[in-house]
């Protein structure tokens, strides 16, 4: 229960964001470096593949002796990093849909809406050029000594499930909080409340996300040291305590992992009451399962679909980027939401997302998803991809990511939807334990 209602003040502590004192202020500060404060969107990837020293060509063999040379001498023992304040790293992109309608063709959906799978493609361009903000140091050339690549995405929470295509955006972020090799973005994106394109219009707040992204040593295996973090006030300090607090509660979610532990007695009895509903009593057999009226099997909820990457989708460091990845999984997740919630779904959040292994271009990536659990209006899809190794049949888990849908009616309505779509009912043991982890998910955030 404590972790749970930590969880929470979490969550109510990202909405606050959006009034935070730094994204306020920072706005107002002269620039630290060579990076615009406020750069086109389409800037933000040129900037970061100067900053990491890719030419953008396939397959390119790069030269990371005087880099790695140069980082082994700045991170020796009794080196000093150079501590920034969060203000420092403060990085606005802006989304000139209003204006450019070639990017509206690429960000618009069927249905007039923005495509959020092509936003978090951006905010994972976005987050690693504000964490290499954070990284610089004032002696080094052109390119960085070091590597920062997306580790986690804790959390998204959608604002505004249906955002318009026809009015900029604007999307924001700022480090966090520094571990002594992991960094959390706190990012906002917003839309302009009119359609003018006046000075001085309003934004309003559509999305909130924070990722958390880990410097890498160049060519070796290992971690690479951050500049700590300079809390110059006492928001500066409480925004990085809730920084401190979210790591511990992502550490303490993994070691209760059902992978790991026995699930709690108040799930395996769930999981017992779900399974005496779908057989009968006076049988008194094992053998014949029934499946409760409006329900469904939850391995019936499976999706599966298989890409090959080419280098049209690689990122500064020659794999499959990390945000391409995304994009795919949500579509993916979202086509499954729609097959089992019979109606349109929209994304409310995006859930842990984890990558554990990077995925190397010509990748043979297998995604699988299912809908775990269904609670009221709302349903958990989770997606797992894995890569194959044809001449081996090895398969390597490389993401874990996890929605939360619902139906465009219901979303608006809020609390007072009916909830219609089908619940889901595991059938076997390793099906119930992804139903526990379905609903951890959804209640315990």
């Not at 618009?108 to 495509?115: A, L, P, Y």
């Not at 920062?148 to 909080?177: E, M, Q, Y």
């Not at 797992?384 to 398969?395: I, K, T, Y």
């Amino acid at each position: 229960r404590a972790a749970t209602a930590d969880r929470m003040a979490l969550n109510a502590f990202a909405s606050l964001l959006c009034k935070s004192s730094i994204f306020v202020a920072s706005r107002q500060l002269s620039s630290i470096s060579s990076l615009e404060r406020c750069i086109p969107l389409n800037k933000v990837r040129e900037q970061l593949m100067t900053i990491a020293g890719s030419s953008g060509t396939p397959f390119e063999v790069r030269d990371c002796a005087a880099l790695t040379e140069a980082l082994a001498r700045e991170q020796q023992l009794g080196s000093q990093p150079l501590a920034k304040p969060m203000s420092a790293s403060y990085q606005e992109a802006l989304l000139s849909l209003r204006t450019q309608a070639g990017l509206s063709v690429k960000y618009v959906n069927t249905h007039n809406g923005i495509r959020i799978g092509r936003l978090l493609e951006d905010l994972d361009i976005l987050g690693v050029l504000i964490s290499y903000r954070h990284a610089w140091q004032p002696h080094w050339a052109e390119r960085a000594p070091v590597t920062i690549v997306t580790a986690f995405v804790d959390g998204v929470c959608v604002h505004t499930p249906i955002i318009p295509a026809n009015r900029d955006l604007r999307l924001s972020g700022f480090v966090s909080w520094v571990g002594s090799s992991s960094i959390e973005v706190t990012m906002k994106i917003e839309q302009q409340a009119g359609e003018d394109g006046a000075a001085g219009v309003a934004w309003t707040p559509v999305l909130d996300a924070t990722f958390v992204n880990a410097a890498r040593h160049p060519l070796e295996n290992r971690a690479a040291k951050l500049n700590p973090l300079l809390l110059e006030s006492a928001a500066d300090r409480e925004i990085f305590q809730r920084g401190e607090r979210a790591k511990a509660y992502r550490l303490q979610q993994a070691s209760q992992s059902v992978l790991s532990v026995v699930p709690r007695n108040e799930e395996i009895a769930k999981i017992h009451r779900m399974f005496l509903d779908t057989i009968d009593p006076k049988s008194f057999t094992f053998s014949r399962r029934r499946l409760p009226a409006g329900s469904v099997w939850l391995r019936d909820t499976m999706l599966k679909t298989a890409h090959l990457y080419h280098p049209e989708q690689m990122n500064v460091y020659c794999k499959v980027f990390g945000g391409f990845l995304m994009r795919k999984a949500l579509e993916t997740a979202w086509i499954c939401a729609f097959a089992h919630c019979r109606r349109q779904p929209v994304l409310l959040e995006v859930k842990d997302v984890s990558f554990r292994a990077p995925v190397e271009l010509g990748s043979l990536l297998f995604l699988s998803a299912q809908v775990t659990c269904s609670h009221g209006c709302r349903c958990v899809v989770r997606v797992h991809a894995e890569v194959l190794q044809p001449d081996s049949g090895l398969r390597t888990t490389t993401n874990d990511f996890y929605f939360v849908f619902a139906p465009e009616a219901a979303a608006q309505a809020g609390e007072d939807c009916v909830p219609d779509a089908p619940q889901v009912v595991p059938r076997s043991y390793s099906e119930a334990m992804l139903h526990i982890d379905g609903m951890r998910k959804l209640t315990e955030a």
